[in-house]
């Protein structure tokens, strides 16, 4: 297996409470324990409610923490329910989530996830910018198109992209325990190195996989070299599969 840098980062989604640190405090006893520490990266997207309380309490140089999402404005304002970049970043988050499908499904915009993009970067914080296709895109053949204009579209080549780190999740494979054929999953990373390449030129984006990863499908796809990590759903809920998911990976 390649010493080559990879990336577990857990997406909690809306999951957990304060107890839910004991899940966090497991994770960060196997990393003091791991051996080539070095080429693993782990983060774990927790709700904002969480964020502090876990960054307080872990001080671990092994975990780093990240959100979910975050307002577009740079900040404070008027802004009912809302959380700046700036917020998240004085609570203890390093990395935050933006353009996932499920806030696509709520509405947000190319234009509004852009602006949010902007205020991360504005704060530092690095980016897990997600996207992929839905099943109607993938049967019509559009999949190449899409994440074309997702990245087009979302994304200024005057930004730093170096704090960016793009997440193939494709939308029919979140929570189905569906998972793309490898030759197919292949043939998408590969189009979004280059086609990113392309559009910002000579930049070499990270490329993680996103949609049902566990520790069952993981050692298949870490036959795939072009992969530099796992956005990880439902499974990073659980201590024992985060932990699994690694372990397997290495195998």
């Known amino acids: 297996m390649t010493n080559k840098l990879k990336y577990f980062i857990g997406n909690w989604k809306m999951f957990g409470d304060i107890n839910s640190f004991k ?45 979910q999402n975050c307002h577009h404005h740079i900040g404070y304002g008027p802004f009912t329910g809302g959380v700046s970049s700036s917020m998240l970043k004085k609570i203890g988050s390093d990395y935050v989530i933006l ?13 509004l996830i852009k602006k949010k993009v902007i205020s991360a970067l504005n704060e530092k914080l690095n980016i897990i910018f997600c996207i992929g296709e839905t099943l109607d895109q993938k049967k019509k053949n559009k999949t190449f198109n899409i994440l074309r204009q997702q990245i087009k579209k979302s994304l200024d080549k005057k930004l730093n992209l170096n704090k960016i780190i793009f997440a193939y999740e494709p939308v029919w494979a ?15 990373i590969i189009f979004i190195k280059k086609e990113s390449k392309k559009i910002f030129k000579n930049k070499n984006f990270k490329v993680l996989y996103g949609g049902s990863v566990n520790p069952k499908n993981v050692g298949l796809l870490s036959s795939i070299s072009e992969i530099d990590g796992f956005l990880i759903g439902g499974a990073s809920h659980s201590s024992n599969k985060f932990i699994e998911i690694i372990k397997n990976y290495y195998k």
């Open 174 to 188: 979140i929570g189905t325990n569906k998972v793309p054929k490898i030759n197919e999953l292949i043939k998408n």
């Open 99 to 111: 353009g996932h499908s499920e806030n696509r499904r709520e509405g947000e915009t190319y234009n």
């Open 23 to 67: 899940i966090i405090n497991i994770i960060n006893k196997y990393c003091h324990n791991s051996i080539n520490l070095h080429n693993k990266k782990i983060v774990l997207c927790v709700p904002n409610t969480l964020t502090h309380f876990f960054n307080q309490k872990l001080k671990s140089k092994h975990i780093s923490l990240g959100s």
